[in-house]
């Protein structure tokens, strides 16, 4: 892993075409900017984590593990009712 020390305003560069930039710093969090490329994929590493999940699920093709993975996702909105307006 690399460390790096950065200021607000500063950035690094990742392959020529990313650019992150320290935006603001407030206690403990970090906010960072991020330029790159439309065809480049940037997730949270939970989010990485769990579609991993899911993908290896469906690949073996258990429907429990893939029900254990999908376990908490957020659930459809039940459709709305219509009013007659009598």
Do not use: C, H, W
Not at 19 to 31: A, C, F, M, Q
């Amino acid at each position: 892993m690399l460390y790096l020390t950065r200021k607000i305003g500063e950035s690094v560069i990742i392959n020529d075409n990313i650019e992150v930039t320290v935006v603001d710093i407030r206690g403990k969090s970090i906010k960072l900017g991020f330029t790159f490329p439309s065809d480049a994929t940037v997730l949270r590493r939970e989010i990485f984590e769990r579609i991993q999940e899911e993908n290896r699920a469906a690949a073996v093709g258990d429907d429990e593990a893939l029900a254990e993975a999908l376990k908490g996702a957020a659930q459809p909105a039940p459709p709305k009712s219509e009013s007659g307006g009598s």
